[in-house]
C-alpha cells in the first residue's frame, strides 16, 4: 500500500513540474499545440510509470485553473486514514510545486492547482485544490 501512495505522489509531482514561461494565464499556455503536446506525452509516460495504479490520467485548464484527474484502477485500501495520509502527502506535492509553475508559467494572477482522484466506480476519491 506505501507503495501506491508513493507511486501517487510521484505521478503527480512530476506531472505537476511540466508548465512551461511566458504565458498570460495557464489557459493561454495550454491552447499552444506544442506545450499541450509535451504535456499529453509526460501524462502517458505517467501512466505507464504508474503501472496498474491508474486507468487514465487527465488534465483540465481553465483560466488560471489546472486540475489533475487521476483514475484509479482499484478502491484504495486503508479507510479514512489512508484519505487522510494521501490527502497530506498531495497537499505537501502541492506546496512543493506551485511556486515552480507559477513561476515557470509566469502568470502573474493567482493561480489554482488541484487533484481528483477517482474510484473505479466513477465517483471522486479525494477532491483537494489551493490557490497560489
Given at each position: 500500500?506505501?507503495?501506491?501512495?508513493?507511486?501517487?505522489?510521484a505521478s503527480v509531482v512530476l506531472v505537476m513540474s511540466l508548465v512551461a514561461c511566458g504565458t498570460v494565464t495557464l489557459?493561454?499556455?495550454?491552447?499552444?499545440?506544442?506545450?499541450?503536446?509535451l504535456l499529453d506525452a509526460q501524462m502517458e509516460q505517467q501512466l505507464e510509470e504508474a503501472g496498474d495504479t491508474y486507468t487514465d490520467i487527465a488534465y483540465e485548464v481553465v483560466g488560471n485553473t489546472l486540475t489533475y484527474k487521476f483514475y484509479l484502477a482499484e478502491e484504495m485500501e486503508g479507510g479514512d486514514e489512508m484519505k487522510a495520509m494521501l490527502e497530506e502527502s498531495l497537499t505537501s506535492a502541492l506546496d512543493q510545486t506551485a511556486?515552480?509553475?507559477?513561476?515557470?508559467?509566469?502568470?502573474?494572477?493567482?493561480?489554482?492547482?488541484?487533484?481528483?482522484f477517482?474510484?473505479?466506480?466513477?465517483?471522486?476519491?479525494?477532491?483537494?485544490?489551493?490557490?497560489?
Open positions: 500500500m506505501k507503495k501506491r501512495i508513493l507511486a501517487l505522489v489557459e493561454s499556455y495550454y491552447g499552444n499545440a506544442l506545450a499541450k503536446k511556486p515552480q509553475i507559477k513561476a515557470e508559467s509566469k502568470v502573474a494572477e493567482e493561480i489554482t492547482l488541484g487533484y481528483i477517482y474510484n473505479p466506480d466513477g465517483s471522486e476519491y479525494i477532491n483537494i485544490s489551493k490557490a497560489y
